[in-house]
């Protein structure tokens, strides 16, 4: 395993040696010595091709946030929303696959989503702080402040996700703001 760094401050690859034989494949998921957070909960989600889930986020229990891919291919986009960051506003976006070993870390202070890019697509979340629906937030995959290119034009989303605020109206209101802000610098 060997860790990437990106320009986005605390967000980074891992790639993991992938072991292929003819019964298959094995590769490790995690070191400690790569993410010295505290993982406490794991989840595992399962999208379908053109399913997008996200741009998601915590407003109170903001999650530090080791995704991998079990099964299929996806596109990873985490957008930082940390305030005083050099990349405030900006998206990183990754392919993860099963095959190509790669896993990515997100700090606190990102929204995060995927789009499910093979028929099956299943992945695996390890996060700091447990799931809290009362504080979820979303802001829209298509925003056009956010000049996200999701290589979609009509994915298939959630009622959630299709109310989801810009972000303009995320910035707009001091209320969430500030208290995502003040969580993603816990």
């Known amino acids: 395993m060997n860790k ?11 790639n993991s ?12 998921e995690f070191k400690k010595k790569f993410i010295k957070k505290n993982l406490i909960f794991t989840l595992v989600s399962n999208s379908k091709r053109n399913v997008l889930r996200g741009l998601h986020m915590q407003t109170k229990k903001s999650q530090d946030k080791f995704l991998s891919v079990l099964k299929g291919k996806v596109l990873d986009v985490a957008v930082d929303l940390r305030k005083n960051s050099k990349t405030y506003g900006k998206h990183f976006k990754i392919i993860l696959s099963e095959k190509n070993g790669k ?16 028929k099956e697509n299943i992945l695996h979340y390890a996060c700091s702080n447990y799931r809290d629906p009362k504080s979820e937030l979303s802001i829209k995959w298509n925003d056009t402040d956010l000049k996200i290119n999701w290589g979609v034009k009509k994915p298939v989303i959630s009622k959630k996700d299709k109310l989801a605020l810009t972000f303009k109206d995320f910035e707009k209101n001091k209320k969430w703001k500030k208290l995502y802000l003040l969580v993603a610098v816990e």
């Open 4 to 14: 990437i760094k990106t320009k986005f401050r605390g967000l980074f690859i891992v």
């Open 17 to 28: 040696k992938v072991y292929r034989d003819k019964r298959g494949w094995l590769k490790e």
């Open 103 to 118: 896993h990515l870390f997100v700090p606190k202070g990102f929204a995060h989503g995927i789009l499910g890019l093979d």
